[in-house]
Protein backbone atom coordinates (compact mmCIF):
# COMPACT_ATOMS: atom_id res chain seq x y z
CA UNK A 1 0.00 0.00 0.00
CA UNK A 2 1.67 3.35 -1.14
CA UNK A 3 1.25 5.90 1.35
CA UNK A 4 2.45 10.46 0.53
CA UNK A 5 2.60 12.00 4.35
CA UNK A 6 3.19 15.65 4.19
CA UNK A 7 4.15 18.04 6.55
CA UNK A 8 5.91 21.51 6.76
CA UNK A 9 2.30 23.52 6.90
CA UNK A 10 1.38 26.44 8.84
CA UNK A 11 0.63 30.01 9.36
CA UNK A 12 3.13 32.05 8.17
CA UNK A 13 3.86 35.81 7.03
CA UNK A 14 3.72 37.60 3.94
CA UNK A 15 7.18 37.44 2.40
CA UNK A 16 8.08 34.38 5.15
CA UNK A 17 9.03 31.26 4.08
CA UNK A 18 7.66 27.13 4.54
CA UNK A 19 9.42 23.96 3.35
CA UNK A 20 6.75 21.05 2.79
CA UNK A 21 7.72 17.60 2.89
CA UNK A 22 5.95 14.63 1.64
CA UNK A 23 7.60 11.27 2.70
CA UNK A 24 6.49 7.79 0.58
CA UNK A 25 6.26 4.49 1.68
CA UNK A 26 4.96 1.13 0.72
CA UNK A 27 6.89 1.76 -3.00
CA UNK A 28 9.52 2.36 -5.19
CA UNK A 29 9.63 6.22 -4.75
CA UNK A 30 12.80 6.70 -7.77
CA UNK A 31 9.94 4.98 -10.50
CA UNK A 32 7.15 7.84 -9.64
CA UNK A 33 6.95 11.46 -10.70
CA UNK A 34 5.96 13.76 -7.76
CA UNK A 35 4.09 17.12 -7.95
CA UNK A 36 2.57 19.53 -5.53
CA UNK A 37 -1.15 20.60 -6.02
CA UNK A 38 -2.42 23.29 -3.97
CA UNK A 39 -6.28 23.81 -3.71
CA UNK A 40 -7.87 27.12 -2.16
CA UNK A 41 -11.28 27.14 -0.62
CA UNK A 42 -13.73 26.99 -3.03
CA UNK A 43 -11.37 26.84 -6.27
CA UNK A 44 -10.49 23.57 -8.54
CA UNK A 45 -6.99 22.13 -7.65
CA UNK A 46 -4.03 22.62 -9.20
CA UNK A 47 -0.69 22.31 -10.51
CA UNK A 48 2.08 23.65 -8.27
CA UNK A 49 5.46 22.16 -9.68
CA UNK A 50 6.18 18.73 -10.52
CA UNK A 51 9.51 16.73 -10.64
CA UNK A 52 10.62 13.81 -12.87
CA UNK A 53 12.65 10.77 -11.58
CA UNK A 54 15.72 12.02 -13.59
CA UNK A 55 14.98 15.52 -11.79
CA UNK A 56 13.51 17.39 -14.33
CA UNK A 57 10.95 20.03 -12.80
CA UNK A 58 8.16 22.45 -13.94
CA UNK A 59 6.38 25.12 -12.19
CA UNK A 60 3.09 27.02 -12.61
CA UNK A 61 3.74 30.48 -12.97
CA UNK A 62 2.36 31.83 -10.45
CA UNK A 63 5.16 30.17 -8.05
CA UNK A 64 8.22 30.43 -10.51
CA UNK A 65 11.49 32.50 -8.97
CA UNK A 66 9.51 31.83 -5.52
CA UNK A 67 9.09 28.07 -4.99
CA UNK A 68 11.61 25.21 -5.80
CA UNK A 69 10.56 21.47 -5.83
CA UNK A 70 12.88 19.12 -4.97
CA UNK A 71 13.63 15.17 -4.26
CA UNK A 72 15.87 12.79 -2.40
CA UNK A 73 15.21 9.00 -3.51
CA UNK A 74 17.10 7.70 -0.81
CA UNK A 75 14.95 9.24 1.68
CA UNK A 76 12.05 8.76 -0.09
CA UNK A 77 10.61 12.38 0.01
CA UNK A 78 10.07 15.20 -1.85
CA UNK A 79 10.35 18.85 -1.12
CA UNK A 80 8.69 21.92 -1.68
CA UNK A 81 10.34 24.94 -0.76
CA UNK A 82 8.08 27.74 -0.96
CA UNK A 83 9.96 31.67 -0.36
CA UNK A 84 8.58 34.87 -0.51
CA UNK A 85 5.19 33.78 -0.03
CA UNK A 86 1.34 36.00 -0.94
CA UNK A 87 -1.55 35.78 0.65
CA UNK A 88 -2.80 34.18 -2.29
CA UNK A 89 -0.47 30.94 -1.90
CA UNK A 90 -3.12 30.08 1.05
CA UNK A 91 -4.44 26.91 0.26
CA UNK A 92 -3.91 22.62 1.06
CA UNK A 93 -1.15 21.48 -1.01
CA UNK A 94 -1.43 18.48 -1.90
CA UNK A 95 1.54 15.56 -2.97
CA UNK A 96 0.86 13.80 -5.87
CA UNK A 97 3.07 10.27 -7.29
CA UNK A 98 2.26 9.26 -10.76
CA UNK A 99 4.38 6.01 -11.43
CA UNK A 100 6.16 6.28 -15.03
CA UNK A 101 5.21 2.76 -16.28
CA UNK A 102 1.41 1.73 -15.05
CA UNK A 103 0.75 6.10 -14.34
CA UNK A 104 -0.83 4.83 -11.53
CA UNK A 105 -1.60 7.75 -9.01
CA UNK A 106 -1.67 8.87 -5.36
CA UNK A 107 -2.48 11.38 -3.52
CA UNK A 108 -1.76 12.58 0.44
CA UNK A 109 -4.28 14.09 2.42
CA UNK A 110 -2.51 17.40 2.19
CA UNK A 111 -1.53 20.06 4.35
CA UNK A 112 -2.70 23.75 4.88
CA UNK A 113 -0.92 26.62 4.25
CA UNK A 114 -1.97 29.75 5.36
CA UNK A 115 -0.38 33.29 4.77
CA UNK A 116 -1.68 35.96 6.19
CA UNK A 117 -0.42 39.01 8.79
Known amino acids: QVQLVESGGGLVQPGGSLRLSCAAS????????MAWYLQAPGKQRELVAT???????HYADSVKGRFTISRDNAKNTVYLQMNSLKPEDTAVYYC???????????WGQGTQVTVSS
Open 96 to 106: YANHIITKVVY
Open 26 to 33: GTIFSLYT
Open 51 to 57: ITNGGST
